[in-house]
């Protein structure tokens, strides 16, 4: 791996702690739980044990403090032995977390974020609905101030982390109102598991990431105090979209990590598989496709951490957040494809990770922006 001019010494020995716990803990427990579509929250307790929750959150709200490109190598890390692991760790903080963190009141931020740092609890963030994706404008669900409490209708789907016994909650966007141009307001807003009204329900027959906890959540006239509102009224849309920046960071991060793992697998059985009395590794249709490979994921990490490193100077990083998450889950579609090519029948045997991997590398092109839509985002940056 060449080394990036972002990365310090202690980015490295984070890498190093990471990628030795998720080989010792997570690669072991992968495969069965990705059998049995099994969310483990005893897994999730040891990511938290080893730090990985609440990376970036000031020590003394029960964080680590540490910098957004520590967070970035740690997710890239996990995904590079499993993807339901780190889609775990990239949800609860870049979509659970952040937005408390970024938007909520000293009150909220002491009540809620210092549990969230733990591992016992994960949180979510409600913004896609049935016929709300990409859209997200298109949010039905309805929040309306009734005697100084909101109640809210409606429902969303595709929820990371909203279903398990541990989780805790959810921040929700909700139309609040419709604008004099007759635009819709929406306001988020932050509902506890145990509201009255509130219900959740885990997903099931899912191709990617099957050990990761996805739900749909419902609303059925559930109350929460006015002091629940997340910002301001009319903020809602705002805020959850700048939350979904640096979301792509560690979808970017998701991809890169499982590029390299499949890289990784398709470098070890090609030097291992042997054909016409050579490894096929020898063969040079094989040996340019891992040329190829190690190229695009080289690329992909440096636009990444570039990225990360604008978010962390405190300089605008949207456009490139959109970029990394484009061109690294890209890459990771065309790593686990060329990489199932090269194990051949075998790749497409589930007892190989590599099928897992090719599997899990889907979700990437679609959650927290499609490429379609991150190609519009881009467009609008460079035509500007």
């Not at 040079?284 to 962390?312: G, V």
Request: hydrophobic letters at 40%; glycine letters at 8%.
């Amino acid at each position: 791996m060449i080394k990036s001019p972002y990365l310090t010494e202690e980015h490295e020995l984070l890498r190093k702690a990471v990628r030795d716990f998720a080989e010792r803990e997570i690669k072991p427990v992968a495969q069965e739980l990705d059998e049995k579509a099994q969310f483990s929250v005893e897994l999730t307790a040891r990511m938290g044990e080893m730090g990985l929750f609440g990376m970036t959150v000031p020590p003394e709200l029960g964080g680590q403090g540490l910098d957004n490109l520590s967070y970035i190598i740690a997710i890239e890390e996990l995904a590079r032995i499993d993807s339901s692991q780190a889609a775990t760790v990239a949800a609860h903080n870049s979509l659970g977390i952040y937005p408390i963190l970024a938007y909520g009141t000293e009150e909220q931020k002491k009540k809620y974020i210092p549990k969230l740092c733990t591992g016992n609890h994960t949180w979510a963030f409600g913004l896609t609905e049935p016929n709300a994706g990409s859209d997200s404008r298109g949010s039905k669900t309805t929040a309306k101030l009734v005697n100084n409490e909101w109640l809210i209708n409606g429902s969303k789907i595709f929820i990371t982390n909203g279903a398990s016994e541990i989780s805790a909650g959810a921040v929700v966007q909700t139309v609040s109102g419709e604008l004099p141009d007759r635009n819709k307001e929406f306001t988020t807003l932050i509902v506890e598991k145990d509201t009255p009204g509130f219900t959740r329900r885990f997903l099931h027959g899912k191709m990617v990431w099957r050990a990761s906890d996805t739900s749909e959540l419902f609303f059925d006239n559930v109350r929460v105090p006015k002091e629940n509102i997340l910002g301001e009224v009319g903020q809602g849309s705002k805020i959850m979209l700048n939350t979904l920046d640096g979301g792509r960071l560690s979808i970017g991060a998701m991809g890169l990590g499982l590029a390299q793992g499949a890289y990784e697998l398709a470098m070890q059985y090609a030097k291992e598989r042997k054909q016409f009395g050579k490894p096929i590794s020898h063969f040079q249709i094989n040996a340019f496709k891992l040329a190829d490979m190690a190229t695009k994921i080289e690329a992909a990490r440096h636009l990444l951490y570039h990225a990360t490193w604008l978010k962390d100077s405190k300089i605008p990083y949207g456009k490139e957040a959109a970029m990394a998450k484009l061109y690294c889950s890209e890459v990771a579609k065309e790593v686990a494809d060329e990489a199932v090519q090269i194990f051949g029948g075998y790749g497409l045997m589930a007892d190989y990770q590599i099928e897992r991997f090719f599997r899990d590398q889907k979700l990437l092109q679609i959650g927290e922006g499609t490429s379609e839509i991150l190609r519009l985002v881009i467009s609008r940056y460079v035509l500007n």
